[in-house]
């Protein structure tokens, strides 16, 4: 199965995704796309696929959205998919691409459902939170 995940190291929910695919036995191509940035057209693609809006991709908090007044909801797509591109770190993450879907995997357990096999059980996030129990079903 191919994958591809657009990931910040810097994001604990986008760790902890990576680490439940490559825990499951994939090996993902891993996308830095703070480094790499964003092209309209990806963006708009990704969007489609996951069924997103650029308003709900939007990240919030720890991102210039509000000193840039991107959280006025009068705010239109295109100055969003503009801004975007411009700043990546205003795209909410981590969005994973899999044959089975594309989906923004908040939070990170929303990656199981784009998965053919799960990591073994027990199998814990970074913070110690169960995602799967010792008999490799999904806890919660």
Same mark, same amino acid.
């Given at each position: 199965?191919?994958?591809?995940?657009?990931?910040?190291?810097?994001?604990?929910?986008?760790?902890?995704?990576?680490?439940?695919?490559?825990? *499951?036995?994939? #090996?993902?191509?891993?996308?830095?796309? =703070?480094?790499?940035?964003?092209?309209? $057209?990806?963006? %708009? /693609? +990704?969007? *489609?696929?996951? #069924?997103?809006?650029?308003?709900?991709? =939007?990240?919030?908090?720890?991102?210039? $959205?509000?000193? %840039? /007044? +991107?959280?006025?909801?009068?705010?239109?797509?295109?100055?969003?998919l503009a801004a975007m591109v411009d700043h990546p770190v205003l795209v909410n993450r981590p969005i994973v691409c899999t044959p089975k879907g594309v989906r923004?995997?908040?939070?990170?357990?929303?990656?199981?459902?784009?998965?053919?096999?799960?990591?073994?059980?027990?199998?814990?996030?970074?913070?110690?939170?169960?995602?799967?129990?010792?008999?490799?079903?999904?806890?919660?």
């Amino acid at each position: 199965m191919s994958i591809v995940i657009h990931h910040n190291p810097d994001c604990g929910t986008s760790r902890n995704v990576l680490e439940i695919i490559r825990a *499951a036995g994939y #090996d993902p191509v891993v996308v830095e796309y =703070l480094k790499v940035g964003w092209t309209r $057209a990806q963006l %708009l /693609g +990704l969007f *489609a696929a996951a #069924d997103l809006t650029p308003r709900s991709a =939007l990240r919030e908090t720890k991102s210039p $959205a509000e000193v %840039l /007044g +991107l959280l006025d909801p009068g705010v239109d797509d295109e100055t969003l998919l503009a801004a975007m591109v411009d700043h990546p770190v205003l795209v909410n993450r981590p969005i994973v691409c899999t044959p089975k879907g594309v989906r923004l995997c908040r939070p990170s357990e929303t990656v199981l459902d784009l998965l053919d096999r799960w990591p073994p059980g027990p199998f814990h996030k970074e913070d110690g939170m169960p995602l799967i129990d010792p008999e490799g079903r999904r806890v919660g």
